[in-house]
Nanobody, 115 residues
Framework: QVQLVESGGGVVQAGGSLRLSCAAS????????MGWYRQAPGKQRESVAT???????DYADSVKGRFTISRDNAKNTVYLQMNSLKPEDTAVYYC?????????WGQGTQVTVSS
């Protein structure tokens, strides 16, 4: 089974940028979509951005215009470029591979935005 490993999280000041990476141990080409989710303390996990196998993207309203999701099938990697970060973006960010019958999650990477 494919495994996902996120990286790129850290501590950044408000207004700064981070780029998250989600590296898959196998091909991501066959998954219907790849996505980034986040979960802040005391809150439910929420969708941040998704990208389909065809390259169509979708974003949460709260990140539109600031975050960009992309994928490199040759490297089996999905990225999340995060600009103009806000303290409310602080959360653990998870990568998800959406298959036809099941989903695969990564272990998460912490993003902390200081004011």
């Amino acid at each position: 089974q494919v495994q996902l490993v996120e990286s790129g999280g850290g501590v950044v000041q408000a207004g700064g940028s981070l780029r998250l990476s989600c590296a898959a141990s196998g091909s991501i080409f066959g998954f219907k979509a790849m996505g980034w989710y986040r979960q802040a303390p005391g809150k439910q996990r929420e969708s941040v951005a998704t990208i389909t196998s065809g390259g169509n993207t979708d974003y949460a309203d709260s990140v539109k215009g600031r975050f960009t999701i992309s994928r490199d099938n040759a490297k089996n990697t999905v990225y999340l470029q995060m600009n103009s970060l806000k303290p409310e973006d602080t959360a653990v960010y998870y990568c998800k591979a959406q298959g036809q019958f099941y989903n695969i999650w990564g272990q998460g990477t912490q993003v902390t935005v200081s004011s």
